[in-house]
T-cell receptor
Framework: ETGVTQSPTHLIKTRGQQVTLRCSSQSGHNTVSWYQQALGQGPQFIFQYYREEENGRGNFPPRFSGLQFPNYSSELNVNALELDDSALYLC?????????????FGDGTRLSIL | GESVGLHLPTLSVQEGDNSIINCAYSNSASDYFIWYKQESGKGPQFIIDIRSNMDKRQGQRVTVLLNKTVKHLSLQIAATQPGDSAVYFCAENTGNQFYFGTGTSLTVIP
């Protein structure tokens, strides 16, 4: 069974640029959630994708967007990068959407904005 | 909004002792909870979960206790080992969202 994999592991960008982060969900999982984890903080929910549609969103601006593909893999796109976007971006997959489903995380992409 | 907090940001224990990590949650409608372990440079790793219709659940060397009356969750680790050193998060589930606390850093002293 393949776990959640994310790429790239590290990325450096400058303010105003755009970035795309990628995630492959765990085998058999159809739901992907993205989180932002600032240094010393817990993960903050960005949004969830289920059946290629956004299925819930946290308190993040529209410049954070995503996609889910038919194979359940997903992308997180961030436009007009700001210094505060520097964080660890985590992807988590689960068997299904809805409550009561454990989410399994990848090791994240460390994004640094200069 | 949601608020998940931990009573102690850091915890140091002697190897072989038992560890207890506490967590308070604010939403009485939350019906599912997970404890995660996060090591440096890694993503959160699932440890154990519990549903709101249970008070206690045991795993291998770990026990989670849920007190819905006071909205409190705890993680007990038996015979703590150096490999248990990490940051521990509790996460509460409401709908399709998980809300995480800020974490407790556990250090095991050999």
């Amino acid at each position: 069974e393949t776990g959640v994999t994310q790429s790239p592991t590290h990325l450096i960008k400058t303010r105003g640029q755009q970035v795309t982060l990628r995630c492959s969900s765990q085998s058999g999982h159809n739901t992907v959630s993205w989180y932002q984890q600032a240094l010393g903080q817990g993960p903050q929910f960005i949004f969830q994708y289920y059946r290629e549609e956004e299925n819930g969103r946290g308190n993040f601006p529209p410049r954070f967007s995503g996609l889910q593909f038919p194979n359940y893999s997903s992308e997180l796109n961030v436009n007009a990068l700001e210094l505060d976007d520097s964080a660890l971006y985590l992807c988590a997959s689960s068997l299904d959407t809805g409550g009561g489903q454990p989410q399994h995380f990848g090791d994240g992409t460390r994004l640094s904005i200069l | 909004g949601e608020s998940v907090g931990l009573h102690l940001p850091t915890l140091s224990v002697q190897e072989g002792d038992n560890s207890i990590i506490n967590c308070a949650y604010s939403n009485s409608a939350s019906d599912y909870f997970i404890w995660y372990k996060q090591e440096s440079g890694k993503g959160p790793q699932f440890i154990i979960d519990i549903r709101s219709n249970m008070d206690k659940r045991q795993g291998q060397r770990v026990t989670v206790l849920l007190n819905k009356t006071v909205k409190h969750l705890s993680l007990q680790i038996a015979a703590t080992q150096p490999g248990d050193s990490a940051v521990y998060f509790c996460a509460e589930n409401t709908g399709n969202q998980f809300y995480f606390g800020t974490g407790t850093s556990l250090t095991v002293i050999p």
